[in-house]
């Protein structure tokens, strides 16, 4: 079957400008993350949705940060004014249920690199 | 805070030469210890899942263990195939997963 998709694969943009990562989740899982994973680093936690509620945003760096589930399937991570320091691979994921307790399966990433 | 550590950072094996790799976890209510194998370019790929001190599981040649405050993955036998990073994550109360910085396996034929 298929899994979770994101695109676009790779991004560049100039400083300053707005950017939405989209991600398109393995159908009817429930919660579906955002992370954002440096070079020989493990992920690290953004925020994540059970339906279209968001339910934890805690990991966002700063207020130029946002994302939606609007209609609980597809999400997107958006990234205004964007700055250098945002460049890195922005990664989603999605669970069959809520809990913790349940493997997250991760998408391919989008390299965002900001020039 | 939770916190995910591993070690080795990196790990050169022989093939054939077996060994294990380290997760240490402080989590608020741990729900799942997760291990994962990354390869470059690729999103984190889903091994196992451990849920409570004492329990094992097994796929091909690794075998994950897990106790109060650590996980162990261990390889035994390795091929080459098995050059990857592995991951650890822990699900806490917060229902989120906190992940190590990971163990980058090379194996040498």
């Known amino acids: 079957g298929a899994g979770v998709s994101q695109s676009p694969r790779y991004k560049v943009t100039k400083r300053g400008q707005d950017v939405a990562l989209r991600c398109d989740p393995i159908?009817?899982?429930?919660?579906l993350y955002w992370y954002r994973q440096a070079l020989g680093q493990g992920p690290e936690f953004l925020t994540y949705?059970?339906?279209?509620?968001?339910?934890?945003k805690s990991g966002l760096p700063n207020d130029r940060f946002s994302a939606e589930r609007p209609e609980g399937s597809i999400s997107t991570l958006t990234i205004q004014r964007t700055e250098q320091r945002d460049s890195a691979m922005y990664r989603c994921a999605s669970s069959p249920r809520p809990g913790g307790d349940s493997p997250l399966h991760f998408g391919n990433g989008t390299r965002l690199t900001v020039t | 805070e939770d916190q995910v550590t591993q070690s080795p950072e990196a790990l050169r094996l022989q093939e054939g030469e077996s060994s294990s790799l380290n997760c240490s976890y402080t989590?608020?209510?741990?729900?799942?210890l997760f291990w994962y194998r990354q390869d470059p370019g690729k999103g984190p790929e889903f091994l196992f899942t451990l849920y409570s001190a004492g329990e094992e599981k097994e796929k091909e040649r690794l075998k994950a263990t897990l106790t109060k405050k650590e996980s162990f993955l261990h390889i035994t036998a390795p091929k080459p195939e098995d050059s990857a990073t592995y991951l650890c994550a822990a699900g806490g109360g917060d229902y989120k997963l906190s992940f190590g910085a990971g163990t980058t396996v090379t194996v040498r034929a």
């Open positions: 989590v608020s209510g741990l729900r799942g």
């Open positions: 159908s009817g899982h429930v919660s």
């Open positions: 949705f059970n339906y279209e509620a968001q339910q934890d």
